[in-house]
């Protein structure tokens, strides 16, 4: 079987990875993919934008593409498997309507208050005025969320009623944001962890994938502006077994079953972020329609299980059927940036230091190639992923490995599994 990735990111390049490795598959490409996934054995990139629908189509009928992976969301919430579905080509996803509950934050409250799943209380503004005295009567922090699809940055969290403010007026007067902050979302604070919970759907079961949990400030300590993402491990071990199933039984089954009565079953990765109180408590702050980026890294370095076997028993409604296995040991993922991300940051600086390597699996994310040279082409370049017997030894061998790889005005977090790592020498 040809299989066909589709995105450019750390995501992509981590599922192309893993579905090179099945039995199943002779040959993957990824459009338009990276300088990783070009120098990937078995993987091809392929030079068609994530949004060329026809491209893509096109290319998947004269190749004779068996199965399309979808790696990001924009794709899925413009449509990309309704598009294909009726030209009776495979792609792996939900709906279009179904990923609104990554593309529509007001769509998702909506759904999560209908059919009783425990989130935060909000209300929606398209208008600044209502938005600000709204926050007026209450106290901080404030949670400001663009309603559409912001590539991880339509979130503020602001610590007093200025930067709120301020938050609100950049999104839906000032455009900071375009069409994904022209309807925000203000939500209550949700005291607790942040988690990653992801499984594989086929529109009836689920499996999930073992847990991870990311980064999402730009800076040490949780600090700074929010990023998409600036590491992952796996597994997260604030998700107890107790509370794996409380995570199953009180939000991804009751998700799984509002989308079939909303007769649009859901297939596909759903990523639900999860905010786990003191008491142990899950409750949803987002929805993703799609594998989460850093988190895809470490996951699939764990995963043992044929991910194309899979994603094919999902799309037949088979899920019942199979298991899915991961490796003892943990994995952790540090993702390597260019100076300036989220903000401004200048393209096309030259990586060294790729080949010497060891110990870790390096996954590309915004690089290109450049006359035969690996050069940045976006906000988050690499993520150096490890394998050890627990955090620490992953973080250990992860730092290692990133510290010989160089570009000018480089940066990257110092502490990333540093909740985990806290669990641990308290479990020691």
């Not at 934008?49 to 068996?66: I, R, Y």
């Amino acid at each position: 079987m040809k299989v066909l990735v589709i995105g450019s990111g750390g995501r992509e390049h981590g599922l192309a990875w893993k579905i090179a490795q099945s039995s199943l598959v002779e040959q993957v490409y990824v459009a338009p993919g990276n300088a990783g996934t070009a120098s990937e054995p078995g993987v091809e990139n392929v030079s068609i934008d994530a949004m060329d629908f026809e491209g893509l189509l096109e290319f998947v009928q004269m190749n004779e593409v068996g199965l399309t992976v979808v790696g990001p969301e924009d794709p899925l919430v413009g449509g990309i498997v309704d598009r294909f579905k009726l030209a009776g080509s495979t792609c792996f996803g939900p709906d279009q309507w179904s990923a609104q509950l990554e593309g529509s934050k007001s769509f998702t409250k909506n759904f999560l208050k209908k059919y009783e799943i425990p989130t935060g209380d909000c209300e929606v503004f398209e208008e600044s005025e209502a938005a600000i005295a709204y926050l007026s009567e209450r106290s901080p922090p404030f949670v400001i969320k663009a309603d559409g699809l912001a590539a991880g940055k339509g979130v503020v969290i602001a610590q007093d009623l200025d930067e709120a403010i301020d938050a609100v007026r950049g999104m839906l007067s000032g455009n900071l944001l375009g069409d994904a902050g022209s309807r925000i979302v203000i939500e209550e604070f949700l005291e607790g962890e942040e988690v990653s919970f992801i499984v594989l759907a086929d529109g009836n079961n689920f499996l999930p994938f073992a847990s991870s949990q990311d980064h999402k400030a730009a800076f040490d300590g949780d600090n700074g502006p929010n990023t998409g993402g600036m590491g992952a491990y796996s597994p997260a071990p604030v998700i107890t077994p107790e509370i794996h199933d409380r995570i199953v039984e009180r939000i991804i089954r009751p998700t799984i079953s509002g989308m079939q009565h909303e007769k649009h079953p859901y297939t596909g990765f759903l990523y639900a972020g999860l905010i786990i109180d003191k008491e142990g408590n899950p409750r949803v702050i987002e929805f993703n329609c799609r594998f989460g980026d850093p988190e895809t890294q470490p996951v699939m370095m764990r995963l043992n299980s044929d991910l194309v076997e899979l994603i094919l028993a999902a799309i037949d409604g088979n899920l019942h059927q199979k298991t899915i296995e991961f490796a003892q040991e943990s994995s952790l993922c540090v993702v390597i940036a260019s100076g300036g991300y989220p903000g401004s940051y200048k393209k096309g600086m030259e990586i060294e230091g790729l080949q010497s390597v060891s110990g870790a699996k390096v996954f590309h994310a915004g690089t290109r190639m450049e006359n035969g040279r690996v050069v940045t082409s976006g906000g988050r370049v690499l993520g150096v992923t490890a394998l050890g017997d627990d955090i620490s030894s992953a973080q250990e061998k992860a730092y290692l490995a990133l510290s010989g790889i160089r570009f000018k005005k480089l940066q990257f977090r110092r502490d990333i599994g540093h909740r985990a790592i806290a669990r641990e020498k308290v479990g020691d």
